[in-house]
């Protein structure tokens, strides 16, 4: 498949990254030359096959219902860039 | 004793049970060995020699009162994305560079407890996306055998620090191949245990369903000390596996003879450098002297490996990666309008490029119209490729291959092709996918003396059958003996 100059634009969006001009063509011709690369996978009969999400066999981990300490408020906010009182502190998100 | 910093920790377990050395003069030996070598090797991310020598103290005053454990007083390097709690932890990452945590992974938890040294963290590729350590925010990480190769990744700084004898041993992780590729191209030992194995609690997450934790040493002996050391099930990770795991020490220097090891066509045909041919014919010369059968076998799906983990990987790594956001923990953009402003702003300041790339297709294989195509294709395939390994594993106790292509290439040599950087994990990638227990110990030298791993891959859980046979190995060809110059190559 092949990737455009606006899908780069939409997919730095989702991804929430800024890039620069410069970023946003390198990345539209690596893109393009990776994706190129996983079109190998359409050769694949899939065809009735499940998609495998682990290795493992997942299964629900159960415990008892028992409170055990957890991290204090201060280790919590100890990396935050910004906090206030006990809250991490954000830019204004509601005009 | 003068060499302390060059023995593998079984043999310094012996020398301080007899009390012929102390934890502390070992530590201060392997301190003085990264004091000469490390401004050339830069192994390290972060070092904190008081911490070790306060670690190692603690250590000698254990092993006096004999309530030691196997492990005590030997110093170990960890990989810098394993939480140690208060210490910087970066992941290689600008994103993370003041980050503390305040809590410890359960892998680190356990060194503690058994009281091992932890010497510092050691450098990797950003958030452990890259095969040469070359995309870390801290420079690239040399190879010992050659000052201007790199050492592999993304856990290169933990094979570097082992080579080099900077530290008795190390940790690392594994996503695709991200410690067996740095072992074979730093001639050490370094296992990849099977998904499940060990706890990822801790672990800064990359790609979830494919990290896994595993050990680095000088030879197999430390390896299986290690394993015993750090498997086992956890409460705090919902994927680590409720198995009773065997003393893997018990499976060293036995007898081989009897058992069979698969060799898969499309392995075989895959390999186009002559001294990795060499060395895998040597080694399987080896295993025959030792009694051990081959036989044939095929893997059809393996081809489309790379291209299927180069979707699944990215699209674990976008979502895993989103919660670098600049609020509750790492590198927050100054100057910025509102709070999808200070997202965007603050992820493009705070990721790399390779990062930024994995992201960038993660989110595009991800994204409404390309899931099926991408995404669920991949995970079918990779039900396609675990399917041939179950098969293959009904005839066979292990498989073996190389570990890379070629050995270590040079340092700026694949960085800006991507696509040749990925293909470097053409061999360890398959076992990722199916999330099995795969192990590099050095196979030989090329013919420029440089380093190259044959690789040992075994079924869910057998781990002990990588031990038994590398072992067995190691002892007859002493490949594993061989140290580096530590010169530009």
Avoid at chain 2, 48 to 69: I, K
Avoid at chain 2, 71 to 90: Q, V, Y
Avoid at chain 2, 342 to 348: E, G, I, N
Avoid at chain 2, 461 to 480: D, M, P, T, V, W
Wanted: proline content about 6%.
């Amino acid at each position: 498949m092949k990737i455009t100059p606006e899908q780069v634009d939409y997919v730095a969006v989702l991804g929430r990254l800024h890039l620069t001009q410069e970023e946003k063509a390198k990345y539209l011709s690596q893109l393009d030359d990776i994706l190129k690369y996983m079109d190998t996978l359409a050769e694949v009969d899939t065809e009735n096959v499940p998609p495998m999400a682990s290795p493992v066999e997942l299964f629900n981990p159960l415990r008892d219902d028992v409170v055990k300490p957890s991290l204090p408020i201060e280790a919590a906010l100890s990396n935050a860039p910004s906090i206030e009182g006990t809250s991490f502190k954000v830019p204004k998100i509601i005009d | 004793m003068s060499d302390l910093f060059s023995k593998s920790a079984h043999e310094l377990m012996s020398l301080l049970r007899q009390g012929k050395t102390s934890s502390v003069e070992i530590t201060q030996s392997v301190l003085d060995r990264i004091k000469e070598v490390e401004p050339d090797v830069r192994a390290f991310v972060s070092l904190d020699e008081e911490a070790a020598l306060e670690s190692a103290r603690r250590a000698d005053s254990l092993l006096a009162s004999g309530a030691s454990s196997p492990l005590t007083g030997i110093p170990i390097a960890i990989k810098d994305n394993m939480c140690f709690k208060g210490r910087r932890t970066t992941c290689g990452s600008k994103i993370l560079e003041n980050f503390k945590p305040p809590y410890n992974a359960t892998v680190v938890e356990k060194l503690e407890r058994e009281g091992m040294v932890i010497l510092g963290s050691a450098n990797m590729d950003e958030f452990a996306m890259g095969s040469s350590t070359e995309t870390s925010h801290w420079g690239p990480t040399r190879n010992p055998w050659g000052l201007d190769l790199t050492p592999g990744g993304s856990s290169g700084g933990s094979a570097a620090s082992v080579a080099a004898c900077e530290t008795t041993v190390s940790l690392g992780s594994d996503t695709g191949g991200s410690i067996r590729l740095p072992a074979s191209y730093c001639g050490v030992s370094g296992m990849k245990p099977t998904y499940g194995s060990v706890s990822r609690f801790g672990l800064v997450a990359y790609a979830s369903s494919l990290d896994q934790i595993g050990p680095f040493a000088r030879d197999v002996n430390d390896i299986a000390l290690l394993l015993n050391l750090i498997c086992g099930h956890d409460p705090m990770d919902s994927t680590s596996a409720p198995v009773n795991h065997p003393d893997f020490t018990a499976f060293l220097n036995t007898s081989v003879g009897g058992m069979t090891i698969g060799a898969p066509s499309q392995f075989l045909e895959k390999i186009e450098n002559r001294d990795v041919e060499n060395v895998l014919a040597d080694a399987k010369r080896v295993f025959e002297d030792l009694g051990v059968k081959f036989i044939e076998l095929s893997l059809p799906h393996l081809d489309y490996g790379i291209a299927a983990y180069y979707v699944i990987a990215p699209c674990e790594a976008s979502s895993n990666l989103a919660r670098y956001d600049g609020v509750k923990y790492g590198f927050r953009a100054p100057d910025v309008e509102g709070m999808i402003d200070m997202y965007c702003k603050s992820r493009a300041a705070g990721f790399g490029q390779e990062v930024k790339r994995r992201i960038m297709l993660g989110t595009y294989a991800l994204s409404s119209g390309y899931y099926d195509a991408y995404y669920l294709k991949a995970a079918k395939i990779r039900t396609l490729i675990t399917e041939d390994f179950k098969k293959a594993f009904e005839s066979c106790d292990a498989i073996l291959c190389p570990t890379a292509p070629a050995p270590a290439f040079r340092i700026g040599e694949k960085i800006d092709d991507p696509m040749q950087m990925y293909l470097t994990d053409v061999f360890t990638i398959p076992v990722n996918m199916a999330g099995l227990p795969g192990i590099s110990i050095p196979g030989g030298l090329s013919s420029e003396g440089l380093p190259i791993g044959i690789q040992l891959i075994a079924s869910h859980f057998k781990e002990s059958k990588l031990i038994q046979l590398s072992s067995a190995f190691q002892n007859c060809a002493k490949r594993h003996l061989a140290r580096p110059s530590l010169k530009v190559n």
